[in-house]
């Protein structure tokens, strides 16, 4: 094969496991999600093992990958995530050895816009996912792009499996690897890039060339340990979109005879029809696109066979499986179709002809839909709410047949997985059981946390799906928040003395909502208005609601029109209540910290010398003890702002929340998000914020700081919430032991005969040896 020497891509060992902590303490935490029984978010794509029975592996677009457990629940495999791998949750394809079902490999990279700083990696696993290597790519990868459920675009040769392809974005092109991933060097006879972009103007998901969309080996045209002479890779070109080598990658050319005007979605090939089939679309716009049809290559006669059009009517065709049991039976997913319901197309011998997972009845006025399903949505009775009644779902870019187990499919969707373990019905014309089956994958991206005193434990909105009220942390709740019902929901308060009332922001018109029963409930503000999402607070009694949108800050009382606050600059707020003082409210804006005394009317600059103000948090149980979380530390203020003193070691913090303290006549446990001698974790402080706590371990990064949400327990101490960015909601509860030391005090004992205390010192100290008995932190 021609291609160019390695260009300096090579093995990474796992990166962000330290040795040692230099803060003041560690203690174990367990760290649990909260349950909402689906997703909540864009499963993009899921590959079974054709080598082991059981082995699978969902992608998702922010929130990682997930391996299939053997009771229809998923798997998180990278919890591990911090705020120096964060990109690494976008996972932008999925490989599996097919004969080693050890072996798994991911794309990973979320972004491939100029603000993301991160470039791509291959990350490859010898043992289903729990450990990771990395080759570093000098590009980016898209795990959230457009085009995201396209593929898959990482393929491994299933004759020789140190062979590997990759399909990457933005014009580079085709890559390889002939190390099981280790190293990785540019096809340079592969000259098609794939140079669709849905938006050119666009300066976010859509603005990027889409690049290649798919590789897939005839796995007959060699032999075991011969790399497979036969390849295809799929292109986001409509001009010409499947090439073809025959030759293990020396050469390549565009299939003659192929569709053109159209991208190639998904390639499958079928080594017993000697075929080849390709789903089109003409737009890899993650929410809507057009027309589109499904051809099938064959091999030996060198034709094209149209086996299914959408007919002109704009939805296209997106995911597509075969079953490896039954020779010529397929399975495709339409694209693009929203009403009245993502549709499911199947076929017994090979395309010739079609049914579909639901049908009309064109007999009535108004078609109803008649089902071969029944729906079970038992793991998330939410559901109907968000995405309709016995509804397929959308967003459907991939789907599965469990090789083997003709009976058992999967098919992501925008909001969870869908499958059944009784598909064969299907051609049986017999009802089979579509269940929910995405159980211990939280993907939300969670936008808002709050922890009232009574009630619920906790009350949390997000993006896509709206927000729960959470009556019990490890059940999924049984309804989402109705009346109104958002999509993306913004933020949700609850008053610090009248806790059962509780507001909510979110994305819609209309969008403020009021509830008197801790978020059962729900009415809309009487005078929201056209205005929608921003961030709303509510004063101690609940009788005044302060909204930071677009173009201020406004202020009401009991639900009279909102007037804007006159003195506080535009911009982008970041706000917080008093508790226990119902006319005291906070707000920053950039490095200005201000101050009202007068239930949000007017404000008061009281600092701009603390640095970028990330967070405002508030003592529960005392008024005007408020704490703000900047670029600079910890800050403090016991009089209401009057007086801010900068508190412990903290060079920079993103969150910081106050819950129950540890005593019963002690200060508020407080927690952060921060660096604490140069060690960016998650700590709690049970003194005031003397000293800190490691909370965060190895395993459980949360992503990057700047995308999580915070809430402390005003009830149950040492219980923190940690909303995130693609992996929902997290809570942590302090294990029996207390804290461990991990670093002597200043001029304390570091050392000497005998000495089994800590031996690191504090950042700015040096253990120093007096004599062979007694070391010394100086």
């Known amino acids: 094969m021609k291609k ?39 499963v993009t794509g899921i590959v079974f093992s054709p080598k082991q029975k059981g082995v699978a592996y969902a ?71 729990k450990t990771w290597s990395r080759a570093n790519f000098p590009f980016k990868f898209g795990g959230n792009m457009a085009g995201r ?28 690897s002939s190390d099981y991933g280790k190293t990785w060097a540019k096809v340079t006879s592969y000259t098609a890039v794939g140079t669709h972009i849905v938006d050119p103007g666009d300066n976010g998901q859509n603005g990027d060339i889409i690049g290649l969309t798919f590789i897939a080996f005839d796995s007959t045209s060699s032999t075991a340990g011969t790399a497979s002479k036969r390849i295809f890779v799929g292109t986001a070109d409509s001009s010409a979109t499947v090439y073809m080598s025959e030759d293990s990658g ?112 064109w007999s009535g006025v108004q078609p109803p839909v008649k089902r071969r399903y029944d729906w079970d949505i038992s793991q998330a009775t939410w559901l109907p709410e968000i995405t309709g009644d016995k509804t397929t779902g959308w967003m459907m870019g991939s789907i599965a047949i469990n090789p083997f187990d003709s009976d058992h499919f999967l098919y992501g969707t925008g909001a969870t997985i869908f499958g059944s373990h009784k598909l064969t019905n299907w051609d049986k014309n017999e009802k089979f059981t579509l269940s929910s089956l995405s159980y211990g994958m939280e993907e939300t991206a969670v936008l808002g946390l709050t922890s009232p005193p009574q009630g619920p434990h906790l009350l949390s909105v997000v993006g896509d799906v709206g927000g729960w009220r959470h009556d019990n942390l490890d059940v999924a709740p049984s309804k989402a928040f109705l009346t109104p019902s958002w999509g993306t929901t913004r933020s949700i308060d609850h008053a610090g003395s009248k806790p059962n009332i509780v507001v909510r922001s979110g994305d819609g018109e209309g969008g403020l909502a009021l509830s008197n029963d801790t978020g059962a409930t729900w009415h809309i503000h009487a005078n929201a208005g056209s205005w929608n999402g921003g961030r709303a607070q509510l004063s101690a009694n609940g009788d005044f609601v302060v909204w930071a949108v677009n173009n201020g800050l406004y202020v009401s009382a009991n639900e009279y029109p909102f007037e804007k606050v006159p003195n506080i600059p535009s911009g982008s707020y970041t706000t917080a209540n008093d508790r226990n003082h119902n006319g005291l409210f906070y707000a920053a804006e950039n490095s200005n910290f201000y101050v009202s005394t007068n239930a949000g009317t007017t404000y008061t600059k009281k600092t701009s010398s603390i640095g970028w103000i990330r967070e405002i948090g508030v003592n529960p149980f005392r008024a005007g003890d408020v704490w703000i979380a900047t670029d600079t530390g910890i800050w403090h203020s016991i009089d209401s702002g009057n007086t801010i003193s900068r508190v412990g070691p903290a060079t920079d913090a993103y969150h910081v929340q106050l819950g129950k303290s540890a005593t019963s006549n002690g200060y508020p446990a407080i927690f952060a998000a921060a660096t604490i001698q140069g060690w960016a974790g998650h700590y709690r402080s049970d003194d005031g914020g003397y000293t800190w706590t490691l909370i965060s371990d190895d395993s459980n990064g949360f992503g990057t700081p700047g995308n999580n949400i915070y809430a402390a327990d005003p009830r149950t101490y040492g219980r923190v919430y940690i909303g995130t960015n693609g992996r929902g909601i997290f809570y942590g509860d302090a294990s029996a032991t207390s804290p461990v030391p991990t670093a002597a005090d200043a001029y304390g004992q570091c050392g000497g005969h005998g000495f089994n205390g800590p031996k690191a010192c504090p950042h700015g100290y040096t253990c120093k040896v007096s004599n062979a008995y007694y070391s010394q932190c100086l």
Do not use: C
């Open 149 to 176: 459920q396209m593929g898959e675009r990482l393929a491994v040769d299933p004759n020789k499996g140190s062979i590997l392809y990759f399909g990457a974005r933005s014009g580079n092109g085709l890559w390889k």
């Open 4 to 42: 160019t020497a390695a260009v300096g891509i090579v093995l990474a060992a796992l990166s962000g496991v330290r040795a040692s902590a230099p803060v003041n303490y560690t203690q174990h935490y367990t760290w649990k999600n909260v349950r909402t029984g689906a997703s909540g978010g864009f």
């Open 250 to 361: 020396a050469t390549w050319s565009a299939i003659s005879g192929q569709p053109t005007g159209f991208l190639s979605h998904t390639g499958k090939y079928s080594p017993t029809e000697k075929a080849l089939y390709v789903s089109y679309v003409d737009n890899a716009n993650t929410y809507g696109g057009g027309d589109g049809y499904v051809y099938k290559y064959y091999v030996e006669s060198k034709t094209w066979v149209k086996i299914l059009d959408d007919n002109g009517t704009g939805f296209g065709f997106g995911g597509l499986t075969l079953d490896p049991q039954k020779n010529g039976t397929v399975m495709v997913t339409t694209y693009h179709q929203w009403w009245p319901d993502g549709n499911i197309y199947r076929s017994l011998d090979g395309g010739a002809t079609w049914t579909t997972i639901w049908d009309f009845d």
């Open 59 to 129: 992608r998702t677009d922010i929130g990682g990958l997930y391996r299939l457990n053997s009771d229809d629940s998923w798997a998180p495999l990278q919890d591990y995530v911090n705020n120096t791998l964060w990109n690494e949750h976008g996972v932008d394809a999925v490989a599996l050895d097919p004969n080693d079902a050890s072996r798994v490999y991911i794309a990973a990279g979320i972004y491939t816009n100029s603000w993301d700083p991160y470039n791509g990696k291959i990350m490859s696993s010898t043992d289903y996912g």
